[in-house]
């Protein structure tokens, strides 16, 4: 079957530690994106990328770092820089639309919940 | 304010029940989607729109551009609807698909 899997769905971590969370799409998406949710507020944009070895800053990128090695993968790390890191994290892709700079819509995995002790 | 406001915040209903929850947003989109959150946190896409209407099951989905408002409706409400929906939009062709948010709408169905 063809989703997106995030890992691990629950994830600890001491203050001062950096801790990566895993992301995997097979729908052979060409854009990937990382979301923080935090209660009462909106999902917010951490870094997105549109092409392998190319990433870009959403509007909380602060604290948080990416990589895109493959088309496959999105791996995110929270470093210790992060002051609040404790959120539940989503993880997306979507297909470019053929023939134009825009995407489709945007597949959602299950999330990590992370936890700062 | 917002860019995206979701109203109610928080809707219980009866089973049964026909559900309404809206969507306002200030700025020029390109799309406007409904998202469903369940408990367990993963989101689904349930419709992506740009005029209109569409409908899926007992859902249905309409947009007024002109308005910059959206709608999305649960007919015969049934308690696994119970969930978390989020309105999100898209800034016009040539941006890079990142989504606008709302903050949601909880949504509790009781039998």
């Known amino acids: 079957d063809g989703g997106i899997t995030q890992s691990p769905k629950y994830l600890f971590r001491k203050e001062g530690q950096n801790v990566t969370l895993s992301c995997e799409q097979n729908?052979?998406?060409?854009?990937m994106y990382w979301y923080r949710q935090d209660p009462g507020q909106g999902l917010r944009l951490i870094y997105y990328?549109?092409?392998?070895?190319?990433?870009q800053k959403g509007d909380i990128a602060e604290g948080y770092s990416v990589s895109r090695e493959k088309k496959e993968s999105f791996p995110l790390t929270v470093t210790s820089a992060q002051k609040n890191p404790t959120a539940f994290y989503l993880c997306?892709?979507?297909?470019?639309?053929?023939?134009?700079?825009?995407?489709?819509?945007?597949?959602f995995g299950p999330g990590t919940r992370l936890t700062v002790l | 304010k917002n860019e995206v406001e979701q109203s109610p915040q928080n809707l219980t209903a009866q089973e049964g029940e026909f559900i309404t929850i809206n969507c306002s947003y200030s700025?020029?989109?390109?799309?406007l989607h409904w998202l469903q959150q369940h408990p367990g946190g993963g989101i689904v896409s349930l419709f992506m729109?740009?005029?209109g209407k569409k409908k899926h099951g007992r859902l249905i989905a309409t947009i007024n551009i002109q308005e910059k408002h959206s709608s999305l409706h649960i007919t015969a409400s049934h308690p696994r609807d119970s969930a978390v929906y989020i309105c999100?939009?898209?800034?016009?062709?040539?941006?890079?698909?990142?989504?606008?948010f709302g903050t949601g709408t909880l949504l509790a169905v009781q039998p």
């Open positions: 729908l052979n998406h060409d854009a």
């Open positions: 700025v020029g989109i390109s799309a």
């Open positions: 990328s549109q092409i392998v070895n190319d990433f």
């Open positions: 999100a939009v898209r800034p016009p062709r040539g941006a890079t698909n990142k989504l606008i």
């Open positions: 997306a892709s979507s297909m470019r639309l053929a023939g134009m700079s825009s995407y489709n819509e945007q597949f």
């Open positions: 729109l740009s005029s």
